[in-house]
T-cell receptor
Framework: LAKTTQPISMDSYEGQEVNITCSHNNIATNDYITWYQQFPSQGPRFIIQ???TKVTNEVASLFIPADRKSSTLSLPRVSLSDTAVYYC????????????FGAGTRLFVKA | DTAVSQTPKYLVTQMGNDKSIKCEQNLGHDTMYWYKQDSKKFLKIMFS???????INETVPNRFSPKSPDKAHLNLHINSLELGDSAVYFCASSRTSSSGNTIYFGEGSWLTVV
């Protein structure tokens, strides 16, 4: 299983763009990269998923270089409500697959 | 409509008791999970069921026994509760796919053992 490494915490200000990078050096060919967001007292929530290059949705962008050994979650113009823990997850679907969450990155957005 | 619902949300019980947490998903998914999040906020997988079959059983004490009566339900029964079992337990589900998948989590069940 590909282990992920993320910064433990990050601080930002409202309106800034935040980039959180995740390292996954031993990612396998069939692995997808998924990011989740967790607010206090809630379950993790899907943000974005990608396999290679760039993926964008209404919430974030995900940049994946050609070697796929890292990925960067980009949150445009964060607000106070984006304060949460962000998890990078690398997993494949093996029919009941095993998903390992790392420690996550605690993002704190200040006014 | 709640996609993944688990009950109870809060549970305070004494050491040695037996308790159950129920989980139901209405997403039509074929895979369900139980995760444990401890005080340090690490989210660890405990069990995974695919089409009612146990697929993943991490290093979890035998006191924890999952039961999946059908694809939409995965309950967690815990015997002889210990102080160290205090944590948040998340139920989750996903659909088997040839491409990447998305895991949908419930709101969590806060278990406190006193």
């Amino acid at each position: 299983l590909a282990k992920t490494t993320q910064p433990i915490s990050m601080d930002s200000y409202e309106g800034q763009e935040v980039n959180i990078t995740c390292s996954h050096n031993n990612i396998a060919t069939n692995d997808y990269i998924t990011w989740y967001q967790q607010f206090p007292s809630q379950g993790p929530r899907f943000i974005i998923q990608g396999y290679k290059t760039k993926v964008t949705n209404e919430v974030a962008s995900l940049f994946i270089p050609a070697d796929r050994k890292s990925s960067t979650l980009s949150l445009p113009r964060v607000s106070l409500s984006d304060t949460a823990v962000y998890y990078c997850l690398v997993a494949r679907n093996t029919g009941g697959f095993k998903t390992i969450f790392g420690a996550g990155t605690r993002l704190f957005v200040k006014a | 409509d709640t996609a993944v619902s688990q009950t109870p949300k809060y549970l305070v019980t004494q050491m040695g008791n037996d308790k159950s947490i129920k989980c139901e998903q209405n997403l039509g998914h074929d895979t369900m999970y139980w995760y444990k999040q401890d005080s340090k906020k690490f989210l660890k997988i405990m069990f995974s069921y695919n089409n009612k079959e146990l697929i993943i059983n991490e290093t979890v004490p035998n006191r924890f026994s999952p039961k999946s009566p059908d694809k939409a339900h995965l309950n967690l029964h815990i015997n002889s509760l210990e102080l160290g079992d205090s944590a948040v337990y998340f139920c989750a589900s996903s659909r088997t796919s040839s491409s990447g998948n998305t895991i949908y989590f419930g709101e969590g069940s806060w278990l406190t053992v006193v």
